[in-house]
């Protein structure tokens, strides 16, 4: 086995260790934290025919106007788009988008396929989404999050290519449970293990890393069950398994592939995943048929006004270029404030404060439709995501459709914040897509021969929505912003410390209209 240092092994040591230090440092930032939602919502009183006024008809808009019609309320909505769902929005073919600047992308996916810009998956641990797909009768399926014969790749690692993640995983594991297996024979932690669990630990690391009776991870029968075999078992004559080889254990350290590994580890990825059959815009249709009628679409809102007898909402009608007004004694809004920043309002203190200042994450995401789907054909890849650390960051196979015959869509990359998105909101869609071919193809290869049509969304050049998910720099202003502010309550994703996540939209819109509630009720 490769000599290590001690800070190499404590590099390997850290990077187990990593998965909980990072859900913990996510849960304080508000990325990983499970909902807390414990079941539908009872409004119990007469409203007595108030009215209010819903603003935006994404998740949070679509959960209030649901639950407060129920309650017995009068409720108008206003919608900026010509559909519901915000961000919950899923692109098919005969789609057509137009981001600011103009660039204008028309789908032409094949009859089925398609992509979802915004989010894509389902956690098991956010129960209020999951409750509404009941209840809405969305149905669901799973969104396979780990793969382990998909790839992580490192453009300096492993001379570029790429290699699978059960490989890294199982070749990691192994040579790191050697290492503390050794250590733990010579003495070198008893401080930290007594005598009573050293012989427990020792056999729990040889179950772990598949280590033989010496403690050590070789090539063998034993390691190539987990990191796949050289030559697979079969029937018949010459049907006996050979080992695979094993990685290289210092290239694994070198190559930091393994920072990867704790991707799917977070609570909000763990398996089972879901998603809806035929498109993530499953969700927010379910609630259009409940409120559908409730919901003026093409609907810009460029004036909120309050005081102490209603709210005074004007808004243009963006198909014929009418100004109209609407009226209610109570406003529930959840105008991304991104956009809610650029409207004329008479909101106070720390929720002013807040809409002014809170900036949006920027995201990319690339549908790319190829002829066959050869990640399964030729490489064996059913769901699941590839890594990279290019720019596009990640290739995620589709969780439907298997072993068909004809265009498959792949989510060609999904960059998150940081200096990729802002570039790729520079660049015209041509631009984009040429970058997603140009990365993947470092990847499989087959990506250019292969590739039919695509399209991509850059969420900072969205127009109602402009960028992906508000950014918390920090919380101070946060009791502020969630106050109903005399007759107006905002509520969304960015108001949650469930940020990005439906769940996070959804929990918030619960919040605000049961507090709400309870002032049109109690005064």
């Given at each position: 086995?490769?000599?290590?240092?001690?800070?190499?092994?404590?590099?390997?040591i850290?990077?187990?260790?990593?998965?909980t230090?990072m859900y913990?440092a996510?849960?304080?930032?508000?990325y990983a934290?499970p909902s807390?939602?414990?079941?539908?919502?009872?409004l119990?009183?007469d409203?007595?025919?108030?009215?209010?006024?819903v603003?935006g008809a994404?998740?949070?808009?679509?959960?209030?106007?649901y639950?407060?019609?129920?309650?017995?309320?009068?409720?108008?909505?206003?919608e900026?788009?010509?559909?519901?769902g915000?961000?919950c929005?899923?692109?098919?073919s005969?789609?057509?988008?137009?981001?600011?600047?103009?660039?204008?992308?028309?789908?032409?996916?094949?009859?089925?396929?398609?992509?979802n810009?915004?989010?894509?998956r389902?956690?098991?641990?956010?129960?209020?989404?999951?409750?509404?797909?009941?209840?809405?009768?969305?149905p669901?399926?799973?969104?396979?999050?780990?793969?382990?014969?998909?790839y992580?790749?490192?453009s300096?690692a492993?001379?570029?290519?790429?290699?699978?993640?059960r490989?890294?995983?199982?070749?990691?594991?192994g040579?790191v449970?050697?290492?503390?297996?050794?250590?733990?024979n010579?003495?070198?932690?008893?401080?930290?293990?007594?005598?009573?669990?050293r012989?427990?630990?020792?056999?729990?690391?040889?179950?772990?890393?598949?280590l033989?009776?010496?403690n050590?991870?070789v090539?063998?029968?034993?390691t190539s069950?987990?990191?796949?075999?050289?030559?697979?078992?079969?029937?018949?004559?010459?049907?006996?398994?050979?080992?695979?080889?094993?990685?290289?254990?210092?290239q694994i350290?070198?190559?930091r592939?393994?920072?990867?590994?704790?991707?799917?580890?977070?609570?909000d990825?763990?398996?089972?995943m879901f998603?809806?059959?035929?498109?993530?815009?499953?969700?927010?249709r379910g609630?259009?048929?409940?409120?559908?009628d409730l919901?003026?679409?093409?609907?810009?809102v460029?004036?909120?006004?309050?005081?102490?007898n209603?709210?005074?909402?004007?808004?243009?009608?963006?198909?014929?270029?009418?100004?109209q007004?609407?009226?209610?004694?109570y406003c529930?809004?959840?105008?991304?404030?991104?956009v809610l920043?650029?409207?004329?309002?008479?909101l106070?203190?720390?929720?002013?404060?807040t809409?002014s200042?809170?900036?949006?994450?920027?995201?990319t995401?690339?549908?790319?439709?190829?002829?066959?789907?050869?990640?399964?054909e030729?490489?064996?890849?059913?769901?699941?995501?590839?890594?990279t650390?290019?720019?596009?960051?990640?290739?995620?196979?589709?969780?439907?459709?298997?072993l068909?015959?004809?265009?498959?869509?792949?989510?060609?990359?999904?960059?998150?914040?940081?200096?990729?998105?802002y570039?790729?909101?520079?660049?015209q869609?041509?631009?984009?897509?040429?970058w997603?071919?140009?990365?993947?193809?470092k990847?499989?290869?087959?990506?250019?021969?292969e590739?039919?049509?695509?399209?991509s969304v850059?969420?900072?050049?969205?127009?109602?929505?402009?960028g992906?998910?508000?950014?918390?720099?920090n919380?101070?202003?946060?009791?502020?912003?969630?106050?109903?502010?005399?007759?107006?309550?905002?509520?969304?994703e960015h108001?949650?410390?469930?940020?990005a996540?439906q769940?996070?939209?959804?929990?918030?819109?619960?919040?605000?209209?049961?507090?709400l509630?309870?002032?049109?009720?109690?005064?």
């Open positions: 086995m490769t000599e290590f240092t001690r800070r190499n092994l404590l590099t390997m850290g990077a187990t260790a990593g998965s230090a913990h996510m849960t304080s930032m508000g934290a807390d939602y414990s079941g539908p919502i009872k119990d009183g409203p007595q025919g108030a009215k209010v006024l603003l994404g998740l949070a808009g679509l959960t209030a106007a639950e407060m019609r129920a309650a017995g309320y009068e409720v108008e909505v206003l900026f788009r010509e559909k519901v915000g961000r929005w899923t692109l098919r005969g789609d057509s988008f137009t981001e600011l600047g103009g660039a204008t992308q028309n789908v032409d996916f094949a009859e089925g396929n398609y992509i810009p915004g989010p894509w389902l956690p098991h641990d956010h129960h209020a989404v999951l409750d509404y797909c009941k209840r809405l009768k969305v669901l399926e799973p969104f396979i999050q780990l793969n382990y014969n998909s992580l790749h490192k300096d492993f001379d570029g290519k790429p290699q699978r993640l490989h890294i995983k199982s070749d990691y594991r040579h449970s050697e290492l503390l297996a050794k250590g733990i010579q003495g070198d932690l008893d401080k930290l293990v007594s005598s009573d669990d012989e427990v630990l020792i056999e729990s690391l040889r179950s772990f890393g598949a033989n009776e010496q050590e991870y090539k063998s029968l034993e069950v987990y990191r796949g075999y050289g030559k697979q078992p079969g029937g018949g004559v010459g049907a006996e398994p050979e080992a695979s080889d094993l990685l290289d254990p210092q350290v070198q190559s592939l393994w920072e990867y590994l704790a991707t799917h580890e977070t609570v990825h763990q398996a089972p998603q809806p059959v035929g498109g993530m815009d499953g969700i927010a609630f259009e048929r409940e409120v559908g919901i003026t679409y093409n609907a810009k460029v004036s909120l006004q309050q005081d102490e209603g709210v005074t909402v004007t808004w243009e009608n963006t198909s014929d270029g009418g100004t007004t609407s009226t209610a004694d529930v809004c959840t105008i991304p404030f991104s920043g650029q409207i004329d309002h008479n106070s203190g720390g929720l002013a404060d809409i200042t809170m900036y949006y994450n920027g995201s995401k690339w549908g790319l439709e190829f002829k066959r789907r050869f990640w399964e030729d490489e064996n890849i059913y769901g699941g995501i590839s890594y650390d290019q720019a596009i960051s990640q290739i995620s196979y589709p969780s439907t459709g298997y068909s015959d004809g265009p498959g869509v792949l989510l060609g990359g999904y960059t998150w914040r940081g200096e990729n998105s570039k790729f909101n520079a660049m869609p041509d631009e984009r897509l040429e997603a071919l140009r990365q993947g193809e990847i499989h290869p087959q990506y250019r021969e590739f039919k049509t695509g399209v850059a969420w900072h050049k969205v127009p109602w929505v402009l992906c998910s508000g950014v918390w720099e919380r101070e202003n946060y009791d502020e912003a969630v106050k109903i502010d005399n007759r107006v309550v905002c509520a969304g108001l949650s410390y469930l940020p996540w769940e996070g939209a959804i929990l918030s819109s619960l919040d605000a209209i049961s507090r509630h309870d002032k049109v009720i109690n005064g």
